[in-house]
């Protein structure tokens, strides 16, 4: 039983050792740079899948709440709009920004519109979601990615930004240094 036990820890570790980093990973941002999120290294981020049009939409709001009460301590909020999910999010990247902005004054870092499932789903969303990991549910699923670039939790779309258990991942995520 130990030598199972001790086994299945070794693998978990050596799997942990060589996953990717999401940091590697190309993006582009809301304005069609080429990018990564190698910028943040070393910060905790806040992945999420967004859209304009949505019942989960005011979630921005909780969004830029959260990243601005832990941004000085290495949090960073990085919005991916998508549109496969009941067609909310279908406008230009130029009209997302300036809805996000005006409307729920984000200013949290936004990233070019992409797809999280299906054939089309971005390299950023394979790494999230990992081999043998489920599909994407909706529109604001979020991944926390702890500083070294490897995913710490999921939570599911309709799970608050400010929910106790989004906030108790980010702050122990943020003390993890």
Known sequence: ???????????????????????????????????????????????????????????????????????????????????????????TNEEILSFCSTKYNVTFPMFDKLEVNGPGRHPLYKELIGAGGKDIGWNFGKFLVGRDGKVIARFEPRTAPDAPEVVKAIEAALAAK
């Open 1 to 91: 039983m130990k030598l199972t036990a001790l086994l299945a820890t070794l693998m978990l570790t050596a799997s942990a050792l060589t996953a990717g980093s999401v940091l590697d990973v190309p993006v582009k941002d809301i304005k069609g740079k080429d990018t990564s999120l190698k910028p943040y290294a070393g910060k905790v981020i806040l992945v999420v899948n967004v859209a304009s049009k949505c019942g989960l939409t005011p979630q921005y709001k909780g969004l830029e709440t959260t990243y601005q009460k832990y941004k000085d301590q290495g949090l960073v909020v990085a919005g991916f709009p998508c549109n496969q999910f009941g067609k909310q999010e279908p406008g």
